[in-house]
């Protein structure tokens, strides 16, 4: 019986490791998930029903200047500035540029190579010693047999795509800082107005009382009790100037300058009435930097897989040498030192990995869980966009409401104020119900003003949540 020799045994053995391995499924997991959706936002009044749709990405299409719709000349100087001198936005940008210029490079392995060089060999044997000089121009391509430099080009785009919505996202993140600090300091610029003339009219109240005191018509208690209002007052003033110079540093910040480079000039907030639709929750999908962000992570990853699993099978570069050689410098490039060579200098063309130490199937397995990783991520980052959108429309709702009543109620304390205050002069009334009504109004133009930047605060919101300007 005739047997084989080892190295026919073992190249029987590769060959049918490699049926074996052609044999195996190549196929990637799905860049898409599918999702459990609603037909429309629980908290909106529109009636969408029937009016589902199937989401195409659309993060990439300019959101414009959407805060314009506020009308606002200020707010868009300064989101202006922010985005171009925000040092985060100039992070995101130079990490996009990074990104891309990886793709590029994994995409230079796909590329047919070339390269020259000169430069002499020295060897000796047994006998004597030479000097071979050498002038070659090399060239080599690897054959993309099952994919897997395809993969992990497609999955380096993917990633540039991804920084790219992660640009977007903190530039949406940015504008909409601006604008809800913006606001945030108009509000606060309000509640002074509001306490700055209650601050007047207390000290005129405590002019008053004192002269009232002095001609012996009341008790000190009262004078007491006019100061203590006026303390507390000019007190309150002070704590909302400290919180109106925070959020005015947070803002300089955002900016791109120090605080001491910047400041707000004061001015009480206008009333914002802007209503944004929020569109179907489908739209979401297609909006939302981050989100986008998370289905090209994830699709990035499935494109990995598709390169760890191709890792196992064979791979074939097509190698060539031209040029010349010569034992002498001088002859180096005479036409009879020419010289060229087809196929491998080193080792073979088509190779097929055999023993790696596993080093394949860890890649395989660490590629399969950072996919799942990355579907739970995607799953997880859509449900906080719709919680996004719905507090924002929760909050409108109900600020809408509370102004409402707010105001009914600034209304009825001004009104009992100065009936205290007429009560009090006529001497049928102590000054304690004049305080205790003089608190009420203050206490309920304060929370007007509150609101009323809430609903600015939460209109912003809830563009952002939408994922920016929605005519476009």
Known sequence: MKTLSLPARFSMSALAAAM???GCSTTKPTEKIKLDLPSQYRESQSDLDGAWKVARPADGVDRGTWWAVFDDTDLSKLISEATRSNSTLAVALARVREARATAGLVDADRAFQLNTGVGPTRQRDSTSASTQWRAQVNASYEVDLFGRLSDNSRAARLDAQGQEAAYRSVLLALQADVAQQYFSIRSLDSELD???KTIRLRQEALRLVQHRYDAG???ELDVAQAKTELSTAQAEEERVERGRSQRDHALAILLGKAPAQFTLATAPLRPVVVSVPPGLPSDLLERRPDIAQAQRQLA???ARIGAAKAAFFPSLTLTGTAGYESNELRNLFQWSSRSWLLGPLVGTALTLPLLDGGRNKANL???DANYESL???YRQQVLVGFQDVEDNLSALRTLDSQIRFE????GSANLATRLAESRYRNGSASYLEVIDAQRSSLSAQRAESQ??????????GLIRALGGGWGS
Do not use: Y
């Not at 609101?451 to 912003?460: D, H, M, P, T, Y």
């Open 217 to 219: 018509d009341i008790s």
């Open 451 to 460: 609101s009323v930047g809430q609903r600015a605060v939460a209109s912003v």
């Open 407 to 410: 105001s009914e109620a600034v």
């Open 194 to 196: 509001v306490l700055q």
């Open 375 to 377: 579907v739970a991520n």
């Open 365 to 367: 397995a660490r590629a």
């Open 20 to 22: 074996i391995l052609v």
């Open 300 to 302: 990035a990853a499935s």
